[in-house]
């Protein structure tokens, strides 16, 4: 197992010699995986609301496109982010400026 170590300041390590039975290196531990747990789930909350927006972006942008093509667009949308295609009939039909040829790349 890999050992990490923490620096702390010398009046909370006299606070911590007063606990002698605490195992501190198991708080330390415990917290770091609640934390990363924290920070997991908010990872998998976050990309739920972005699936959602792009539910919801795909919907008004499938006009006349296929599901494939409108999910890059809504994607490239939600990202700010442009869209490189050699695609250009996506290009014309789309009529979006994010939407560029690969030549432009």
Avoid: C, Q
């Avoid at 039975?21 to 998998?44: A, D, F, H, P, Q």
């Avoid at 949308?77 to 250009?88: M, S």
């Amino acid at each position: 197992m890999p050992v990490i170590s923490a620096r702390v300041d010398d009046e909370l390590k006299k606070k911590m010699d007063k606990y002698k039975y605490i195992n501190w290196s198991e708080i330390i531990r415990t917290e770091i995986v609640k934390i990363i747990g924290r920070l997991e789930g908010r990872n998998i909350a976050e990309a739920l609301l972005i699936n959602e927006r792009l539910r919801r972006r795909l919907t008004t942008r499938l006009e006349g496109k296929k599901i494939y093509d409108a999910s890059y667009i809504a994607l490239a949308e939600e990202l700010k982010a442009k869209l490189y295609t050699a695609d250009e009939k996506l290009i014309r039909k789309a009529n979006i400026d994010f939407v560029k040829h690969i030549s432009e790349f």
